[in-house]
């Protein structure tokens, strides 16, 4: 099974928590856009395995696939 999408960050909010209540920051502190592909293996019925990748692209890129 896969997935891929775009995530537009637009970098309003920098600071963030964790669940565990660990204050984090974000790196890249621009707006940015990131395509992303992840393949899921299913074995019985359960994710196994999973591995992704991620890149950046204009913020606000339009669809590559239109």
């Known amino acids: 099974m896969r997935t891929g999408g775009f995530e537009d960050h637009g970098t309003r909010h920098v600071n963030y928590e964790s669940t565990s209540g660990q204050s984090l920051k974000v790196d890249i502190e621009y707006p940015n856009s990131r395509g992303l ?7 019985d019925g359960k ?3 999973i591995e992704g990748v991620s890149v950046f692209l204009p913020y606000y890129i339009e669809d590559l696939w239109k």
């Open 47 to 49: 994710i196994a395995r």
């Open 37 to 43: 592909l992840e393949i899921f293996k299913i074995i």
